[in-house]
């Protein structure tokens, strides 16, 4: 757990499975053996920063229910500094999303939500430039981001809409801008799914986790 929440987020997808420890399956443990052995092949991973350009920005994502047995969605967002993760988080959302579309928009709230504190942390430290712009939040699902512009919700469901002002007014405020980033970009993806070798190593490079030379 310290790994994941420290220094390692190319595994906080995986760790997040540990919810299963109290009843594993033989899946789970096959799971275990393998992101041991991905820790061993790349213990001497770390986290690295640039100097410049010392900007915070954020990824945002989610996939919506991809187990049949289960009813709710995982999402997942990393904020960089300098071309190296800052802060990041990979969890099962508290309540059921009906759409693609819908479990996005959870995920930008827990987003938004991060980076207005780190917003405010920013705006603590004596030596950081004042004031601090709204903090860029890339997203790969167009439909959310329309919907998070737009001024009114037409929907239905109360926990969207109470998302929905609160990602409104955090837009109104200049704490947040959202805009479209492709997939195969967005950093946030490997928090929430499990994805092939060459992508997590491609995508955990984005987020400054290097072999130390």
Known sequence: ?????????????????????????????????????????????????????????GYSDANWISDS????????????????????????????????????????????????????FLEDIPCWTKPVPAIMIHCDSQSAIERAQSGMYNGKSRHIRRRHNTIRQLISSGIISIDYIKSKENLADPLTKGLSRDQVYCLSRGMGLKPDN
Not at 18 to 28: L, Q
Not at 39 to 52: A, D, P, Q, V
């Open 1 to 57: 757990m310290y790994i994941m929440n420290c220094t390692r987020p190319d595994i906080a997808y995986a760790v997040n499975q540990s919810r299963f420890t109290s009843n594993p399956s033989k899946n789970h443990w096959k799971g275990l053996i393998r992101v041991l052995r991905y820790l061993k092949y790349t213990s001497n991973y770390g986290l690295h920063y640039m100097r410049y350009p010392a900007v915070l920005e």
């Open 69 to 120: 047995k289960d009813t709710k969605s995982t999402s997942g967002y990393v904020f960089t500094i300098g071309g190296g993760a800052v802060s990041w988080k990979s969890s099962k959302q508290t309540c059921i999303a009906r759409s693609t579309m819908e479990s996005e928009f959870i995920a930008l709230d827990k987003a938004g939500e991060e980076a207005e504190w780190l917003r405010n």
